[in-house]
């Protein structure tokens, strides 16, 4: 007799820690269980259009500013998975909101994690601390403004421990995945196959619409930068110039930041849009040039595509440093970019035939790693 499950998914409003989990929540649905999904209201249609039912956060005026929503939905969320979470079968939390497992074990249930970026220990977010500019991974460059942190979080969210690293190792849930292939995760022996799960990118029946390639007759280098991390027109310029007499066609994602107008005249073997379906790009591109997002990075190893990858911040130096180690591209620091220093690394990566061999290796791996059937189908043995 089939037994059906309600689960209960949190998760915090930046793009890069939920898309991936958004085809989980669709694949549970689809092998015929309930999910709900907490997350703040600017998610509401994109949950909905899983087929999980939306639950907003608690306490969480619409009029607030993009930064200020940030910081308060740590608290939101935790409120409102506090408040509904004692009815549900699980708990599934992405590794960004904290509280997660201490919360579970609050409310008496079972509690799986994902990881959008590595799996994270001491060693990696050391990494990233060191690494990551002036974002959020900066705190752990500071002891004591770390130690402070660590100490008002555990008050505020009742955790187990008064040290974030310490929080996320020695508080784990039973069963963690990540969004990667083992071949690709840091440290990758510190992390034992029992309770961490690899199972690469999130890419399963998206629907991204159509795009037309018809015009596109030679080698494309797709360009994207992300949504959070944009930089400004002054970078799209530099690649105008890098390539605009280059026998490639180049495809350039410039989101809503920067608009056509600021990047002057636009040569014939460019093609500019706001928004591009990048799974579809990818599989017909011959280089990526990124900055080195988790989600893409793993996407372009899932269809074979070498990379380019320009980091801004966070995680993504050491995404772009395991990129160049790995052989799968080239890391180039943003400060010394320039127009002839982009077109020479994007020939050296074109023309050397090492990129593509490992990458082949990597994307068979990533191909066959599961997906988020593969954490359905695990949580759901796991509850059963």
Same mark, same amino acid.
Request: one cysteine or more; aromatic letters at 10%.
């Given at each position: 007799m089939f037994n059906?499950? @309600?689960i209960?998914?949190?998760?915090?409003?930046?793009s890069?820690?939920?898309?991936?989990?958004?085809e989980?929540?669709?694949t %549970?649905?689809s092998?015929g #269980?309930?999910v &709900?999904?907490?997350h703040?209201p600017?998610w509401?249609k994109k949950?909905?259009k +899983?087929?999980a039912?939306f639950?907003?956060y $608690?306490?969480y005026?619409?009029?607030l500013?993009?930064?200020?929503k940030?910081?308060k939905s740590?608290?939101a969320?935790y409120?409102?998975v506090?408040?509904?979470g004692?009815e549900y079968?699980?708990?599934i939390?992405?590794?960004?909101?904290?509280?997660? @497992?201490?919360?579970?074990d609050q409310l008496?249930?079972?509690v799986f994690?994902?990881f959008s970026?590595f799996?994270l220990n001491? *060693?990696?977010?050391n &990494?990233?601390?060191k690494t990551?500019g002036?974002?959020m991974?900066?705190l752990?460059?500071?002891?004591?403004?770390?130690s402070?942190v660590?100490n008002?979080?555990k008050r505020?969210?009742?955790?187990?421990?008064?040290?974030?690293?310490?929080?996320?190792v020695?508080?784990?849930?039973?069963?963690?995945?990540?969004?990667t292939?083992?071949?690709f995760?840091?440290?990758?022996d510190?992390f $034992?196959d029992k #309770?961490?799960?690899?199972?690469?990118?999130?890419v399963e029946?998206? $629907?991204?619409? =159509? %795009?037309d390639f018809?015009?596109?007759?030679k080698?494309i280098?797709?360009?994207?930068?992300?949504t959070?991390? =944009? +930089?400004?027109? *002054?970078f799209f310029?530099?690649?105008?110039?890098?390539?605009q007499? !280059?026998?490639?066609?180049v495809?350039?994602?410039i989101e809503?930041?920067?608009? @056509?107008e600021q990047l002057?005249?636009?040569?014939d073997?460019f093609f500019?849009y706001?928004f591009?379906p990048q799974?579809?790009?990818? !599989?017909?591109?011959?280089l990526?040039?990124?900055?080195?997002?988790?989600? /893409?990075?793993?996407?372009?190893?899932?269809y074979?595509?070498?990379?380019l990858v320009?980091?801004i911040?966070? &995680?993504?130096? +050491?995404?772009?440093?395991?990129v160049?180690i790995? #052989?799968?591209g @080239?890391?180039?620091?943003?400060?010394n970019?320039d127009a002839?220093?982009?077109q020479t690394? /994007?020939?050296?990566?074109?023309?050397?035939?090492?990129y593509k $061999?490992?990458?082949?290796q990597f994307?068979v791996?990533?191909?066959s790693a599961g997906? =988020?059937?593969?954490i359905a189908?695990q949580?759901?043995?796991?509850?059963n």
């Open positions: 059906q499950r @309600k209960l998914m949190v998760n915090l409003p930046f890069g820690h939920t898309n991936p989990t958004l989980l929540a669709k %549970f649905v092998l #269980h309930k &709900d999904y907490v703040s600017d509401k949950i909905e +899983t087929g039912d639950i907003p $608690d306490g005026p619409a009029t500013s993009p930064s200020k940030e910081i740590w608290w969320a409120r409102t506090k408040r509904v004692k079968d699980c708990l939390y992405e590794m960004l909101f904290l509280p997660g @497992k201490s919360l579970a008496g249930i079972p994690r994902l970026t799996t001491e *060693k990696v977010l &990494d990233f601390g990551g002036w974002y991974t900066s752990f460059r500071y002891p004591l403004l770390y402070l660590s008002f979080l505020k969210f009742n955790l187990r421990y008064g040290d974030i690293a310490k929080e996320m020695d508080n784990a849930p039973k069963l963690n995945f990540t969004y292939i083992k071949e995760q840091i440290y990758p510190d $034992d #309770h961490y799960k690899y199972v690469g990118p999130a029946s998206r $629907d991204e619409g =159509n %795009f018809t015009k596109m007759d080698p280098i797709y360009i994207s930068l992300g959070l991390l =944009n +930089t400004s027109a *002054k310029r530099k690649c105008i110039k890098a390539f007499n !280059q026998p490639v066609s495809i350039m994602s809503n930041i920067v608009t @056509k002057g005249k636009i040569p073997n500019i706001t591009v799974l579809k790009v990818l !599989q017909n591109a011959s990526f040039i990124t900055h080195g997002g988790m989600n /893409s990075v793993n996407e372009a190893l899932f074979g595509v070498p990379m320009i980091p911040g966070n &995680d993504q130096p +050491t995404v772009a440093r395991q160049e790995l #052989h799968l @080239k890391y180039m620091d943003r400060k970019l002839r220093s982009l690394a /994007s020939a050296e990566i074109l023309g050397n035939n090492i $061999d490992v990458l082949k994307q791996k990533s191909q997906g =988020n059937m593969k189908q949580i759901l043995a796991e509850l």
